[in-house]
């Protein structure tokens, strides 16, 4: 059971390059979401899924865009990168369903992350 | 607007229990308090979470006040490897749909574990 799993863990682009920083779980997950945290700081959500085909923006979608063809995967597209995206990225994924009569809840798991620097 | 406080930092000597305090005043009764950790350039790790009883997992212990309007997450022998950024939550447990379901975080308390 991979989890979460990221590609690339690391990337530099140039400013105007457009790059896929890639997001995989192997868990039947229905929910997943891109999250950025930048130096210092919490993490806020980008964009999120509810299950393929549907997605919806989080509190900082600018310059992103996101799709969701399978409940696998979910990519995060950058169409022309900014320094001010130079940040990491972690994905995440979880249930949406409570589980079994004691509602232990839906814990988000999380992969790795991916550092992107964009000079 | 912050859902829950915590200090900015704390310190804890090796193998001594760490207490980490979060209030959460504004908590609604169907939010869950979850605690997750994370580990310098790592992915958040989930902890554990509870509602209003007591909650005790193989890593940690969790203790929500009667009034739920605080807690405290205990781990119990703490080691270096525990030195992380530790982040209080309060949100529903289930998706209840119309809108993301994701955590939200603040900065977190920086739990630092001297040798």
């Known amino acids: 059971n991979a989890g979460v799993t990221q590609t690339p863990k690391f990337q530099v682009l140039k400013t105007g390059q457009s790059m896929t920083l890639q997001c995989a779980q192997d868990m039947n997950h229905e929910y997943m979401s891109w999250y950025r945290q930048d130096p210092g700081m919490g993490l806020r959500l980008i964009h999120y899924?509810?299950?393929?085909?549907?997605?919806d923006q989080g509190e900082v979608p600018n310059g992103y865009n996101v799709s969701r063809s399978t409940t696998e995967d979910f990519p995060l597209r950058l169409l022309s990168a900014a320094p001010s995206q130079t940040s990491v990225y972690f994905c995440?994924?979880?249930?949406?369903?409570?589980?079994?009569?004691?509602?232990?809840?839906?814990?988000?798991?999380f992969g790795e992350g991916s550092w992107l620097t964009v000079v | 607007d912050a859902k829950t406080t915590q200090p900015t930092s704390m310190d804890c000597a090796e193998g001594r229990a760490a207490n980490l305090p979060c209030n959460h005043s504004t908590i609604s009764g169907n939010e869950y308090v979850y605690w997750y950790r994370q580990i310098h350039s790592q992915g958040p790790q989930y902890i554990i979470h509870?509602?209003?009883n007591n909650e005790t997992n193989e890593m940690a212990s969790l203790i929500i006040t009667e009034d739920r309007k605080s807690s405290t997450l205990i781990l119990p022998h703490a080691t270096l490897r525990d030195t992380a950024v530790y982040y209080c939550?309060?949100?529903?447990?289930?998706?209840?749909?119309?809108?993301?379901?994701?955590?939200?975080f603040g900065k977190g308390t920086h739990l630092i574990i001297q040798p």
């Open positions: 899924s509810v299950g393929a085909g549907i997605t």
């Open positions: 995440a994924s979880s249930s949406i369903y409570g589980q079994g009569a004691r509602r232990s809840g839906n814990t988000i798991y």
């Open positions: 509870g509602l209003k």
């Open positions: 939550i309060v949100r529903t447990p289930v998706y209840s749909g119309g809108g993301a379901d994701g955590l939200t």
